[in-house]
């Protein structure tokens, strides 16, 4: 099991909604990778933070211990994200991927702590911006496992179709040095969409092409707004799946990847009606 498996089925496993199988493939894999068990600690500690939050309106003495739990592991997370630290090579020479997930991961356990510290409407907030996000991340994480299976031409096909008849969108065979492999019509919590898949030789990018009536960009985007070459993007970054979000008519485009060397902001995988 490597690391996106990992990530992938680590909120079943915190939840205990997990396979005993997966349970234990994903045990298995923390015992033996460092970043990958420092996020499952943090966020089981934020997990149980906000259920005992949830649970009782005033302070209590787990309450007490989960919050200085929390502040310890904040703590942590400064320490090891200083400049120095994250460019350090490990003992094998090469440069160490935690800060590729310590950014992300201490925005949203900063996030969850004021759920801690302020009102249970925040808390319902963040729950709501969990849901958000997570569908389109699964999708992508199970994409980049199955990515043969986008490789018919049948589907790919009459995903095109639905692209262009319902949204008036071009799908590109190419963006930048990616490759459209394929694509398929799907249902992502219970919202249908188009899925595209693109590659090159060592990456993959997601392409969710979804009517704006049913899914918008959430509102804590709103203030990663970039101007780029004259479109709107609004950027998502969460445990090690990166999310960029732009309109084009009645489309709303969203780009997934879990490689950090991937400038989503750049790739734009078409062209339709504004």
Not at 111 to 129: K, M, Y
């Amino acid at each position: 099991m490597n690391c996106q498996e990992a990530l992938s089925r680590l909120y079943d496993v915190i939840d205990k909604e997990a396979s005993e199988i997966d349970t234990q493939e994903v045990e298995e894999h923390l015992r033996h990778c460092h970043d990958c068990a420092g996020v499952y600690h943090l966020e089981r500690s934020v997990n149980e933070l906000i259920q005992e939050k949830l649970a009782h309106q005033k302070a209590t003495p787990r309450l007490d211990s989960l919050k200085a739990k929390v502040l310890a592991e904040l703590d942590q997370i400064d320490i090891d994200n200083r400049p120095e630290k994250a460019v350090a090579p490990d003992n094998r020479g090469k440069t160490s991927s935690r800060s590729i997930f310590r950014t992300g991961w201490a925005l949203a356990i900063a996030a969850s702590f004021i759920v801690v510290i302020g009102a249970f409407l925040i808390g319902r907030s963040l729950f709501s911006t969990h849901s958000a996000y997570l569908p389109l991340e699964q999708s992508h994480f199970a994409a980049a496992d199955h990515e043969a299976s986008y490789r018919n031409e049948a589907t790919t096909n009459l995903a095109l179709t639905v692209a262009h008849q319902s949204f008036g969108y071009h799908v590109s065979q190419n963006v930048n040095t990616f490759t459209l492999i394929g694509g398929q019509p799907e249902t992502v919590d219970n919202v249908p969409l188009v899925h595209f898949i693109y590659h090159n030789d060592d990456h993959i990018v997601s392409v969710f092409l979804i009517d704006t009536s049913l899914m918008t960009i959430p509102e804590d985007l709103l203030e990663t707004l970039v101007h780029r070459n004259g479109i709107q993007f609004y950027d998502h970054n969460c445990r090690g799946c990166r999310m960029v979000y732009h309109k084009v008519g009645n489309a709303l485009i969203v780009t997934a990847t879990t490689n950090s060397d991937v400038e989503l902001l750049d790739f734009v995988p078409g062209n339709g009606t504004v």
